[in-house]
């Protein structure tokens, strides 16, 4: 079975720019969430989404954004870049229907803000 | 606030030894519990998971204790090798939230 994918794994954009992530599940997995891996913080949890909804979000600013598409692929987006967005971002995916799910992550996708 | 916190940012151990890796935890409604293990340039991978009705689960020489009354769970890796060096991230669930909070990690170097 194909693992998670992510991409691109790496990018570079300036100050204001906007980018699109994207994550493709585990076959079969509906449920994806977004983490934001920064030095000391740890993951910080974004999103997730299930089957094209999203269940769940944390404490992040509106410049923040996801979807989910009906084949469970999902997107995340990021506006008006700043600089302290520069981050490891992981995606996870999990059956998502039952009470606790293991998630499997993806490989990450470094996002470097000049 | 930190609702998962991992105290210490890095142990070394000798190879052969345990390693304990600790976590503590300040939300009474999580009630399950993970370790995941990340190597550079991947993304993080499950190691072992517990659920608030057991205070032990083994899987190899993997290890994880929960103690719930001091809101604490440790991993114990028994014997360490040097393939275990990694950050460790323990993380933590409400039933029904499926939303998980993940600690800051513990870097782990093995000696050989």
């Known amino acids: 079975k194909a693992g998670v994918t992510q991409t691109p794994r790496y990018l570079i954009k300036t100050r204001g720019q906007q980018v699109t992530l994207s994550c493709s599940p585990i076959?079969?997995?509906?449920?994806v969430s977004w983490y934001q891996q920064t030095p000391g913080q740890g993951l910080q949890f974004l999103f997730e989404y299930f089957s094209e909804t999203q269940r769940n979000k944390g404490n992040f600013p509106g410049r923040f954004s996801g979807r989910q598409f009906s084949n469970s692929r999902s997107e995340m987006n990021v506006s008006t870049l700043e600089l302290g967005d520069s981050a490891l971002y992981l995606c996870a995916s999990s059956l998502g229907h039952r009470e606790y799910n293991e998630q499997f992550f993806g490989p990450g996708t470094r996002l470097t803000v000049l | 606030d930190q609702q998962v916190k991992q105290n210490s940012p890095s142990l070394s151990v000798q190879e052969g030894r345990i390693s304990i890796l600790n976590c503590d935890y300040t939300?009474?409604?999580?009630?399950?519990f993970l370790w995941y293990k990340k190597y550079p340039a991947e993304g993080p991978t499950f190691l072992i998971s517990?659920?608030?009705?057991?205070d032990k689960n083994e899987d190899g020489r993997f290890t994880v204790f929960l103690n719930k009354s001091a809101k604490h769970l440790s991993l114990h890796i028994v014997p360490s090798q040097p393939g275990d060096s990694a950050v460790y991230f323990c993380?933590?669930?409400?039933?029904?939230?499926?939303?998980?909070?993940f600690g800051t990690g513990t870097r782990l170097k093995v000696l050989a």
């Open positions: 993380a933590a669930s409400a039933g029904g939230t499926y939303k998980y909070i």
């Open positions: 517990i659920s608030s009705i057991k």
């Open positions: 939300n009474s409604m999580f009630d399950y």
């Open positions: 076959s079969g997995h509906r449920s």
